[in-house]
């Protein structure tokens, strides 16, 4: 899967119910996608916060693009922060471990940005997942059309199943990946509400909200409210 920034719990389903979890980090950027950007909950309402780019383009590789993380950035994005959850229970443990991601990140490439986000999670939930990048497994595949590259990394890891995000049945059969020998399952997340704010549950936020409302061990079984089909 792309590197996302602190994605949503969905993302967080994929890594648990995989054996290996590879960042897809030499494929193009997608502008205008989730791979810079995530929401919050503010003021009751979703809050979309965006990552600048720098000379964002669909011609170059995720681990090649550059976000400028400038202080002024910094400032607003943790100033929002502030605003939307000060009065949320783990506020301050939160806090800390986004800046302990952007710490000395003025310039860096979303990639390494992103991965960074999710490693720091499960650091602070002390687990220990198995992360891969693609372009340091494999970087011969690169090239082959989409599934089938996917098949042959499945294969090279000497795994015989394939996990993707719901979204991927409209890429993906499972009679393709079995005529070649893998298993295709798609993760279905599950009932994941939680006690925010208010009594008006805002779904699909960033792993941020989940933090800030959550405690480890609760956050650790949200990780696992899901199902594969």
Known sequence: MQPYIFPYLGYFHLIEASDTFIFYDDVNYIKRGWINRNRIGLNNKAHRFTLPIKKASQNVLIKDTRVNLDKSWQKSFFSTLTQAYRTAPHFDATVALIEGTFIDQEENTIS???????????????????????????????????????????????????????????????????????????????????????????????IIDILMFNDKEATKHLFHNFTLI
């Not at 940005?113 to 340091?136: D, G, M, Q």
């Not at 497994?137 to 719901?166: A, D, V, W």
């Not at 990946?177 to 008006?200: P, V, W």
């Open 112 to 206: 390494s940005l992103a991965i960074r986000s999710i490693e720091h999670v499960y650091r602070y939930l002390e687990i220990k997942p198995n992360f891969i990048k693609s372009s340091v497994f494999s970087p011969e595949t690169r090239g082959l059309e989409r599934s089938e590259r996917l098949i042959q990394i499945t294969k090279k890891l000497g795994y015989n199943s394939y996990i993707n995000l719901l979204g991927g049945k409209e890429l993906y059969t499972k009679e393709y990946f079995r005529h070649h020998g893998i298993n295709l399952n798609f993760i279905k997340s599950l009932d994941h509400s939680y006690k925010q704010h208010s009594d008006i549950f805002i779904p699909a936020l960033s």
